[in-house]
């Protein structure tokens, strides 16, 4: 008789159910996205500013490389979910530490610049973003499927979730805090040409320190409930995972929350910049503001979980988020009113962040419970293909906007419509999105009948 254990895996590495998740483990399961927005963050925030700004690539052709190159890149991830599953769970350990390098690497050749025509230049950025996309795939969809493994009661997850958003926030603030600065001093210089000598010095550093947190948060997560062997075909895994309604509605929750993220990130610079007129650097300031209060709002997320629930607090933090935009976008440019809102926003936000992967871990084990299919590889490939995707078209929608208000990078003044179309990307897309987000996660089911589901 099977007990379920993986049979690759030392004894360190299996704990029993019930023996949940200590303070050093969640401390490097943070790690893994600690690392993630280090590399994988960085080219939210600062890839579309480079191409346009940096390697002078035209605006209209980055919005078409943006939503190309992520919808053949989240292709690749139900195809990583699914080998997942065919090995029991045995894949998830070795695809992170042997993605752990190549995935530090091919983040620094996303910020390498390869000289030559535009066609070229396109070229080398489709390629470089593509294979970045692929390796993320295999590593993040792993990440995603150790969290199903490693806590296995919802508080132990609403905990774990948390440490893995204030890593997500920790990486996403020193991006904000670090990346200008440490670029114009590596590359001796503010200037484009500086610029373009210091992204990929950065980035060897950055990538660096990124491998090595994968290879830490492998080393010390534990596996406690390994999927029992249940091959299953790829058209039964997705019946199955179609009529998990919690699951489908936490995908679109994601969605949407994952196109907040992607206009706060990629827009910050020039929010700062055209509509608030300050510097370039301020972008970086603003990243900080929403990066700092999300950080302690994912603190704080624990105990107003455990008060209130996860779907109330979650609705709650998503309403506040789009008033707080709201007010921003009706005074355009003061800027103690877009301080004063984006804060609260980035509060409210990082006080929902982790629930999207808690409730996912759940909803996983509710699908399991009604139709006996275990698929946690292929449910969270799909989670990461779905906020790729989402990811992408923010980033497509954005990149229109900049070529809708005129923006040419070449041009020390700008056309007078510019700030209106940063504006409605940078808050009023957000503010919609939140909204949205608020109609469909009303159709989550309580807190009280998901756990008597999984039971």
């Given at each position: ?196 000598a210091g992204f990929p010095r950065y980035m060897a550093l950055v990538g660096a320190v990124g491998a090595g ?111 707080a935009l709201c007010v921003v976008a009706s005074r355009p440019g003061s800027l103690p009113v877009a301080l ?116």
């Amino acid at each position: 008789m099977s007990s379920g254990i993986d049979p690759g895996a030392t004894t360190r590495q299996i704990a029993m159910p019930g023996d949940g998740p200590g303070f050093l483990e969640n401390l490097a399961y943070g790690a893994g996205d600690l690392s993630s927005n280090l590399l994988w963050g960085i080219s939210g925030s600062f890839l579309m500013y480079y191409y346009t700004d940096v390697y002078r690539l035209p605006v209209g052709a980055v919005a078409t490389l943006l939503l190309a190159v992520r919808v053949l890149d989240a292709l690749v991830d139900p195809l990583v979910g699914y080998a997942i599953d065919a090995s029991h769970g045995r894949l998830v350990r070795p695809l992170i530490r042997w993605l752990a390098i190549p995935f530090g690497g091919v983040a620094f050749l996303a910020f390498l610049p390869l000289p030559g025509s535009d066609a070229v230049k396109l070229g080398w950025a489709a390629a470089t973003y593509l294979v970045f996309g692929w390796v993320y795939a295999g590593i993040n969809t792993s990440y995603g499927a150790l969290g199903n493994m490693t806590a296995t009661t919802p508080q132990d997850r609403v905990v774990q979730g948390a440490f893995r958003m204030i890593g997500c926030q920790s990486g996403q603030l020193l991006i904000a805090v670090l990346t200008i600065p440490l670029v114009h001093r590596l590359g001796h210089g503010d200037t484009p040409n500086a610029e373009l000598a210091g992204f990929p010095r950065y980035m060897a550093l950055v990538g660096a320190v990124g491998a090595g947190l994968w290879l830490l948060t492998c080393r010390l997560c534990r596996i406690r409930i390994p999927p029992p062997p249940a091959p299953r075909s790829p058209g039964t895994i997705l019946a199955a995972l179609i009529r998990n309604r919690p699951w489908v509605v936490c995908n679109l929750g994601n969605a949407l929350n994952f196109t907040n993220i992607c206009a706060y990130a990629s827009f910050a610079i020039y929010y700062a910049r055209d509509v608030l007129h300050r510097g370039t650097a301020f972008g970086g300031t603003l990243l900080g503001i929403t990066t700092v209060t999300g950080i302690v709002g994912a603190m704080l997320t624990s105990p107003v979980a455990a008060r209130y629930g996860r779907k109330r607090t979650l609705i709650l933090s998503l309403g506040v988020e789009a008033c707080a935009l709201c007010v921003v976008a009706s005074r355009p440019g003061s800027l103690p009113v877009a301080l004063t809102g984006l804060a609260v926003a980035g509060l409210a936000s990082g006080l929902r962040s982790p629930f999207y992967f808690s409730m996912i871990s759940d909803a996983i084990d509710y699908g399991t419970a009604r139709t006996g299919v275990r698929c946690a590889g292929m449910a969270y490939a799909i989670n990461s293909m779905v906020t790729k995707i989402a990811f992408a078209a923010t980033g497509t929608l954005l990149a229109l906007f900049l070529a809708w208000g005129q923006y040419d990078p070449a041009r020390h003044t700008q056309s007078a419509a510019l700030g209106w179309w940063v504006n409605a990307g940078y808050v009023l897309l957000p503010a919609l999105s939140s909204s949205l987000a608020i109609a469909v996660m009303l159709f989550y089911p309580p807190d009280r009948a998901i756990e008597i589901a999984r039971h």
